[in-house]
């Protein structure tokens, strides 16, 4: 499975930004797509996942904010950022689970990942 993620960019604090995954190889493969985000000097920390159908579980950071999406058929994930604030600076990851069975807002639990796509966020 390969992840190219696509759509960062330099925002004003209060704006929008959305960030795409296109999975592509054995896709059937996955059963979770998740975002992830790493920060300068800071560990990469959990946003968000999507199960394959379509429950979602969002960072207390980021709920009621930030819109997991996924479309089956294009094997895309989407991450849909509003009311940014500066401390959403970071570069986001996406990533995808094999695991059926649960869950998981552990990193350790992914298994593919895309490049990362800096999102800036100025004040």
């Known amino acids: 499975v390969q992840l190219q993620a696509s759509g960062g960019g330099s925002v004003q604090a209060g704006g929008s930004l959305r960030l795409s995954c296109a999975a592509s190889?054995?896709?059937?493969?996955?059963?979770?797509m998740g975002w992830f985000r790493q920060a300068p000097g800071k560990e990469r920390e959990f946003v968000a996942y999507?199960?394959?159908?379509?429950?979602?579980y969002y960072a207390d950071s980021v709920k009621g904010r930030f819109t997991i999406s996924r479309d089956n058929a294009k094997e895309t994930t989407y991450l849909q950022m509003n009311s940014q604030k500066p401390e959403d600076t970071a570069v986001y990851y996406c990533?995808?689970?094999?695991?059926?069975?649960?869950?998981?807002?552990?990193?350790?639990?992914?298994?593919?990942w895309g490049q990362g796509s800096q999102v800036t966020v100025s004040s």
């Open positions: 999507i199960s394959r159908t379509g429950s979602t």
């Open positions: 190889g054995r896709t059937l493969n996955i059963a979770d």
């Open positions: 990533a995808a689970d094999r695991d059926y069975t649960s869950s998981s807002t552990r990193a350790t639990r992914y298994d593919y």
